[in-house]
């Protein structure tokens, strides 16, 4: 193979080597007490969207209510809510999405703001998600309050 090949093969080898080791890394710590290191973590692991489901899955809700209180971006939402919808039936259960959008609703005016910053598609794509959650667990007493919580979070 030409050199220019076996350069790209071994930077693409050299790159899933460096995703692996974020992703461990990530996966292994403990759970963020602060935004900061939540940011720290979550930028580590750059374009590895699973190794981000998978660590935002691991958060338990009052740790991910503490972090996002009052120090939300609504970039960082809205990747959220898509690593959401895209991880649905796998890493980020329903029952995750719904305490991810429930540690969301409990953080104050923070909600608000971001959607202050929010284009008119991703304010749909948040409500859409938000409704799509509650859907799924309806008859469920079980989340009760987490539920009335996501519905006035988000205004549904």
């Not at 489901?53 to 009052?62: E, T």
């Not at 029952?95 to 971001?114: A, N, W």
């Amino acid at each position: 193979a030409p050199p220019a090949a076996n350069n790209t093969e071994v930077a693409e080898k050299a790159q899933a080597v460096v995703r692996e080791r974020a992703r461990k890394l990530a996966l292994e710590s403990p759970p963020p007490g602060t935004m900061f290191e939540f940011s720290k973590t979550w930028n580590s692991l750059k374009n590895d969207s699973e190794g981000k489901a998978l660590y935002v899955s691991k958060i338990p809700r009052k740790v991910m209510k503490k972090v996002f209180k009052g120090e939300m971006e609504a970039e960082l939402f809205m990747e959220l809510l898509r690593l959401g919808r895209s991880y649905w039936d796998g890493v980020l259960s329903p029952r995750v999405v719904l305490s991810m959008l429930d540690s969301f609703s409990q953080t104050g005016g923070c909600l608000k703001m971001v959607f202050m910053f929010l284009n008119d598609e991703d304010k749909k794509f948040a409500t859409d998600i938000a409704r799509d959650t509650l859907d799924s667990f309806k008859g469920d007493d079980g989340v009760k309050k987490s539920v009335a919580r996501v519905k006035k979070g988000f205004s549904l």
